[in-house]
């Protein structure tokens, strides 16, 4: 998708909005005992620190390395596109989720730090199937659409 350094930085900012936001409404939600219409303000006010911190991890670490082990099992030039996109959001998700849930954990669901691993543990299990289906249905899908509207081929 992104052909130059600037695409990269569009998608990735573009995406991490879309995710980043979704996975905080999510996990407020989990943590309010259910989803209501302050749940989407909540998650209004933390998407700039977890945007910053989740694209900063994605567009300089997380975005290369994954790239690297998915063109290890897949080659993109032969590969059906949809089935490059869905391995390397995949391996995305793989690395983001355990990381930007500890973050979480660590500044906003932070008690002590004698029970840091296990909600740890526990934020990560319940992120991940959400940030995977999320990323694979509908984050991926819908911010590829915005992106080739954005920079429409010639």
Same mark, same amino acid.
């Given at each position: 998708?992104? $052909?130059?350094?600037?695409?990269?930085?569009? %998608?990735?900012?573009i995406m991490v909005i879309v995710m980043v936001y979704a996975m905080v409404c999510y996990n407020t939600a989990l943590n309010t005992g259910g989803l209501t219409n302050t749940t989407f303000i909540i998650a209004l006010k933390e998407l700039p620190i977890m945007g910053?911190? #989740?694209? =900063? +991890?994605?567009?300089? +670490?997380?975005?290369? =390395?994954? $790239?690297?082990?998915? %063109? $290890?099992?897949?080659?993109?030039?032969?590969?059906?596109?949809?089935?490059?996109?869905?391995?390397?959001?995949?391996?995305?998700? @793989?690395f983001m989720c355990p990381i930007m849930s500890f973050i979480g954990t660590t500044l906003f669901g932070f008690n002590g730090i004698e029970n840091l691993f296990v909600n !740890?543990? $526990?934020? #990560?299990?319940?992120? %991940?199937?959400?940030? =995977? @289906? !999320?990323?694979?249905?509908? #984050?991926g899908p819908l911010v590829r659409f915005i992106f080739r509207l954005i920079f429409k081929e010639k």
């Open positions: 998708m992104p $052909k130059t350094k600037f695409q990269d930085f569009i %998608f990735t900012f910053v911190i #989740a694209f =900063l +991890l994605e567009f300089f +670490l997380i975005g290369n =390395l994954s $790239k690297k082990i998915a %063109f $290890k099992l897949v080659d993109p030039t032969k590969e059906n596109p949809i089935i490059t996109s869905v391995i390397t959001s995949s391996i995305i998700v @793989c !740890w543990i $526990k934020a #990560a299990v319940l992120n %991940f199937p959400m940030a =995977l @289906c !999320w990323q694979i249905f509908y #984050a």
